[in-house]
């Protein structure tokens, strides 16, 4: 769990995936067109990657990716990130989290 949360506080975007995972790209595609440039973790990459998905799972993450946090905070996984762009609710966490500057 430590290592989740000491990696998701390093950027202002962080995004967890699996480089296998259709939705990770989805959710990565609407940082980059947003203008952010958010920290990736391809979990099935990662020498501790088994573990982080056990803590992401901890944090309510089902399935495990993507799973996503803006300023350090945990927002969710694909479905709750797309429930905040539809709302237009995304962009600005993004502003105040100093992740895209427009």
Known sequence: MDRVRDLASKKAAVIFT???????????QL???????PAVHELDNESYGREMEWALRSLGCHP???????????????KDVISLHV????????KDAKAIWF
């Open 87 to 94: 709302d237009g609710s995304l962009k600005q966490m993004l």
């Open 64 to 78: 495990s990716v993507p799973a996503v946090f803006i300023g350090g905070r945990f927002v969710g996984t694909s």
């Open 31 to 37: 940082f980059y067109e947003l203008g952010a440039s």
């Open 18 to 28: 699996k480089s296998s995972c259709c939705m990770c790209h989805s959710i990565k």
